[in-house]
């Protein structure tokens, strides 16, 4: 044995215990750079150290899944920043065309040339943007989604007054128990995860000749970002109570918003429910988040005139779409499914819910 | 071209310098009539006489301390000792005079002195006659430290020693003296502080001084195999020290193992690992790791110098490790 000890490869001892995130130099450095949060870097060098290309990997999930690089983070080249500051013109809000959006000289030449005016919608007119990175992986994954995955779309109105009650009577109760303030959102995830219990085909995924009908019940819940949307998923919906799942989602919708999501906390996902209620959007068609087969789009509620034992009354009613991938799931399933979702929904006395 | 062993080629300079220097004259321990401990100044005594081929008392601080005033008053000794474990008795003619003068008497005076030792183990001769200290040299300034590691580079080497105005140590190997290799008759030389590349690669660099570049070079065969290629790198000269190639080929492979056959601690491999981790562990895609001799005396035993001496074994393991941060 003439081979010294490195302590590199040693277990870290820190006083109180914990481990201390460990990566090769080269990582390190990089991650300093370009600002990266090494901790949501998975290593897998020796007793998890993190390796280049685990860098490698993440930088390109993270594109992939539509992450954008923060614009005050934005690297750009010293020629770039040379000249912005020169030119007297800001970084923060151009586009960058070089490697994983890094702003290059040409980049800041271009926006002098234009005024630098294409921020605020004024003089976008007949401008030419260069697509960023996370335009570029959206772009990829909704072409593959469409181009690859046959869609047909399911609708249905969905009666939402008991839920609201509900969610009234319980809400004073889990602030001052759980201090977690419920969204409908949380009932639609425990909903979906349920039946998705019922249906395990809609739980599923392509996977060349054979469909594999994964494991885990995650529910993803699109969230809107200002550069783009990121679909955090929770873990194992359908044992959750609705205080966990609340509790679960906000803290994923905030860690989404401030960009700190763990790659495989939205690599997980097996279904996807993406709600614009809070717009004025009647309803809208969904394209499937790949590899999944099913998503659901959620639309506004509305008050409807209906009748009910002769009299004319008001119901709030909100329209839900299915979307799935006509390859593994056909109509009468997915009927049944959204039916019984709708069902659920709607008499959440029955005590799923 | 024409072959010879590594002795051989150390004794085709030395007899090159002695016809073409006059001020070229030899000294050491039963280098004139025995030919040397390993045959390297063979038929030299018969072709230039005892006047240029001295045999000297055994009195290593005696020779050494009266070559360092035969160079400072013009001539350019070329000094035998038999063993670099010899040097031990004159380390004060080496450190605090030979080193030092060209300092102290503001560049007045001058050392123009090679000072020829063979070092390693491999050949039984045990404990006081096998070490690699090298490195002890490294730690003075003043001082040029040449490791050839092959014949041919062992006669340009030599050559630019002797042409050195300051005083250069020649280490030989004794495990690379049957070494054969090509080698040009005329006279050449070949710069310090340029480091070989023995070998080409981009997965992970080793930086392999003497033998270690043999031992290294068959197992950079054995991972090509694999698909790993290995870039070797031998820096001829530890003093000058050619950075710029070691930087150079860390930035290309983000991996570097530094084989030097001495004792780890304190020595070629801590100092050449210290350098990267200072000037360029930015670049560094995994721990430096060092393979040389452990901290004990080399046993006389046959096994166990074996288990000592740092092999192909203990590089596979260090590459084995290695590959884990590929």
Sequence with gaps: ?353 | MRELTYVQAINEALKQNLERDERVFLMGEDIGKYGGIYQVTAGLLDKFGPQRVIDTPISESGFVGAAIGAAMTGMRPVVEVMFIDFTTCAMDMIVNQMAKIHYMFGGKGKVPLVLRANLGAGRGTGAQHSQSFHAFFLHIPGLFVVVPSTPHEAKGLLNTAILNENPVLFLEHKKLLPLTGNVPEEYYTIPFGKADFKRMGGDMTIVATHAMVHRSLNVAEMFAKEGIEIEILDPRTLKPLDKESIIESVKKTGRLIVADEGPVTCGVASEISAMIAEEAIEYLRAPILRVGSPDAPVPTSPLLEKAYIPDEDDLIQAVNKMKAFL
């Design chain 1, 1 to 353: 044995m003439h081979l010294t000890k490195d302590r590199a490869m040693s277990k870290s001892n820190v006083p109180d215990g914990s481990e201390v995130l460990r990566a090769v130099p080269l990582v390190r450095w990089v991650a300093k750079k370009e600002r990266i949060d090494l901790s949501l870097v998975k290593g897998t060098g020796p007793e998890g150290v993190i390796l280049p290309k685990d860098l490698e990997r993440f930088r390109t999930t993270q594109s992939a899944m539509g992450t954008v690089v923060p614009t005050e983070k934005r690297s750009a080249s010293s020629l770039a920043r040379k000249l912005a500051t020169k030119k007297g013109i800001s970084l923060e809000k151009m586009s960058g065309t070089g490697n994983r959006g890094r702003i290059m000289m040409a980049d800041v030449a271009r926006a002098v040339e234009k005024g630098a005016i294409f921020l605020d919608g004024q003089g976008m007119f007949g401008q030419t943007l260069p697509m960023t990175q996370m335009r570029k992986a959206i772009a990829k994954r909704m072409s593959l989604s469409v181009f690859t995955a046959p869609h047909i779309y399911f609708f249905t109105d969905v009666e939402m007054d008991a839920l609201n009650r509900r969610r009234e009577e319980i809400l004073p109760d889990f602030e001052r128990k759980f201090r977690i303030r419920i969204s409908i959102n949380d009932f639609f995830v425990k909903a979906v995860a349920l039946t998705l219990g019922e249906f395990p085909i809609l739980n599923s995924r392509l996977q060349g000749e054979e469909i594999y009908i994964m494991p885990e019940i995650n529910v993803g819940l699109a969230v809107a970002l200002e550069e783009g949307l990121i679909v955090p998923a929770i873990l194992r919906a359908d044992r959750l109570s609705l205080a966990e799942i609340s509790q679960i989602r906000t803290d994923l919708v905030d860690r989404a918003r401030t960009r700190k999501l763990k790659w495989e906390e939205i690599e997980r996902g097996t279904f996807t429910i993406s709600s614009l209620a809070q717009f004025d959007i009647t309803f809208f068609t969904a394209i499937l988040n790949p590899p999944q087969s099913g998503i659901l789009s959620i639309g506004k509620e509305t008050d409807h005139l209906a009748l009910r034992e002769g009299k004319v009354v008001t119901k709030k009613i909100a329209r839900f779409g299915l979307s799935v991938d006509h390859r593994v799931i056909d109509g009468v399933l997915a009927a049944k499914f959204l039916e019984s979702l709708k069902h659920r929904l709607e008499n959440p006395s029955l005590g799923s819910l």
